[in-house]
């Protein structure tokens, strides 16, 4: 079965740190449209007290997928154009991993990584480089199996960033902003997404922490509707702005497991509203 890609009807979200409105639908493999939502109204996030450092080796667990690409059998998709709707590319080129839209593609793509197990406190990271006009690209986390629901975690090639969940389909603002740490354009950017449950069912809670070259842009506790590994499949986004004609390179995928407990100012006493 090949991913599923959402493009909401109205990207209201990207808008609080690019300035974007895009009004698009994407194609199923089959060729229909898929059924677009607005952006429901912004997430109540509960801050963590401190900006902490990078983990140590010694916080981070089991690795579960790590791959630079250079094998195009490692169970990514490897698909020729217009195959999973029109104006995309995706698939290994020279040891890295493309997705590229053909001039005047919109269109909004969540990848799932090929990943066999997961858990339930886990980090993503890969490296990002974009050549083309103006896209926004990067990771996702503590998804389902149909993309349906995710956190997610994106650059784009002015200098913004973006932190967002994916409720039922539909984005949800969490926070964004600018940063001097963000290489733009064809500079690589090190995306690093730490994704982990914080409080049990009923009422579960993520912890979400993302840093871009090592500098920590948001540390924050918001609801989350599954938990669970068999909900924390991780994977790659890709969206184009109206004037496609985008590539960007993924490399050095990384996806393991950590021990949140370990990270300084990562206590067990907050929750969110």
């Known amino acids: 079965m090949l991913p599923r890609c959402y493009t909401p009807a109205a990207l209201k979200f990207w808008a609080l740190t690019v300035a974007l409105s895009l009004g698009v639908a994407c194609s199923s493999p089959g060729g229909s449209a898929t059924p677009t939502s607005p952006a429901a109204p912004p997430t109540t996030t509960t801050p963590l007290p401190t900006t902490t450092p990078s983990p140590t080796p010694s916080v981070l667990g089991d690795v579960f ?18 195959r999973l709707f029109p104006g995309l590319t995706v698939g290994y080129k020279k040891g890295q991993y493309s997705m590229d839209a053909a001039p005047g593609a919109k269109l909004a793509y969540m990848l799932p990584a090929p990943v066999p197990t997961s858990a339930n406190h886990v980090v993503v990271s890969v490296d990002v480089a974009q050549f083309g006009e103006h896209a926004l690209y990067g990771l996702f986390c503590k998804s389902d199996r ?8 994106v650059i784009d090639s ?30 690589v950017n090190r995306l690093e997404a730490y994704c982990f449950d914080k409080e049990p069912l009923p009422n579960p809670v993520a912890e979400l922490r993302f840093r871009v070259n090592g500098e920590e842009l948001f540390a924050g506790r918001v609801p989350r509707g599954l938990s669970g590994p068999k909900n924390a499949i991780p994977g790659l986004y890709f969206e184009t702005d109206i004037e496609g004609d985008t590539e960007v390179l993924f490399d050095d995928f990384l996806f393991q497991g950590v021990d949140p407990n370990q990270l300084p100012g990562s206590g067990s006493g907050e929750s969110a509203d």
């Open 158 to 187: 002015t200098g913004s960033w973006s932190v967002a969940r994916m409720n039922d389909g539909r984005l949800v603002p969490i926070e964004g902003g600018r940063s001097e740490v963000l290489q733009p354009g064809i500079g």
């Open 146 to 153: 149909r993309t349906a629901n995710a956190f997610l975690f």
């Open 65 to 82: 997928l790590e791959d630079d690409f250079s094998d195009p059998s490692s169970g990514w998709p490897d698909l020729p154009p217009d």
